[in-house]
């Protein structure tokens, strides 16, 4: 097992979540090193191999720098929900865990426990829930809410494209607002501008 000093540590860390999408076999890597070098005795070790977890995680998810593996991503994310403040911290975390839930992936298919990951992770800041959310109102799997609404509003005011487009369809239906063809049209073409 390797011994890397906490600074190396950190700024191993730091490159390998900037390189995920442009080098994530380097990323995935370094994400492992990091893991399992990191014992849990000192407060900052845990620190550091929470981020490695969610690192190899989110590369297990989504098939970055190594196969997608829902079995060992699902392990590491259900871990990471019950690490004390880590999900509040990094709420993409929560969203990951009721992708998971929702969807079946290498667990059975609850999606009610999935849509409760959705709203505690939006309620604390994830973009990729509050998207989610949006898309599952459009497909008629959510009853409309205001709220969810409001919070697809908020990530399209960041010009996030899949948040543009959403909203433009929001309102084009008139789900969770008020019909408008206009502005449904105007967010839609602000999503294919980007």
Known sequence: MSS???QNKQEKLEYAFKALATNPTDSYNIFKEVYSSSNRLTKKNREYRAFAEYGLALCQFKGL???????EAFMHFQILVVTPGFANSIPDVEYFYGE???NGYATRKDTEKGLKSFLYAANYGSSLARIKLG???LNGEVNPSVQYFEWVKTEAEKDNKQALHVLGNLYLKGIGCDKNIELGNEYLERSHRQ
């Open 100 to 102: 998971c839930l929702y």
């Open 135 to 137: 898309k599952l109102m």
């Open 65 to 71: 720098g190594c196969e997608k593996n829902y079995g």
């Open 4 to 6: 890397i000093c906490a």
